[in-house]
């Protein structure tokens, strides 16, 4: 049974820190590429980073520079370290594990993580 679990979401000052981590199971987590996305409220949900099988990483422009992904595949997590939050990073976080082969692709999402970025 797969599963995909986000958690470390929470309210925190703007310019505050916080990690989300996403524990997987249920598939080969180190065969998948890791990524995080967000939603917030009345908006599609975004691309945000993606760290590869080969540990290759890349972002969004809106969070260069302040978040960072990293994996752990002894762990079967993915982390995301956000630091300098800004109120427009407010959003329903969620992890995606995604692997294609050929022309056929799987991707599995975790439930959601809230994050409140306010004063």
């Known amino acids: 049974q797969v599963q995909v679990v986000e958690s470390g979401g929470g309210l925190v000052q703007p310019g505050g820190s916080l990690r989300l981590s996403c524990a997987a199971s249920?598939?080969?987590?180190?065969?998948?590429?890791m990524g995080w996305y967000r939603q917030a409220p009345g908006k599609q949900r975004d691309f945000i980073a993606v760290i590869t099988t080969g540990s290759s990483t890349n972002y969004v422009d809106s969070v260069k520079g302040r978040f960072t992904i990293s994996r752990d595949n002894a762990k079967n997590t993915v982390y995301l370290q956000m630091n300098s939050l800004k109120p427009e990073d407010t959003a329903v976080y969620y992890c995606n594990a995604r692997k294609c082969s050929g022309n056929v692709c799987f991707q599995y999402w975790g439930q959601g993580t809230q994050v409140t970025v306010s004063s």
């Open positions: 249920g598939f080969t987590f180190s065969t998948y590429d």
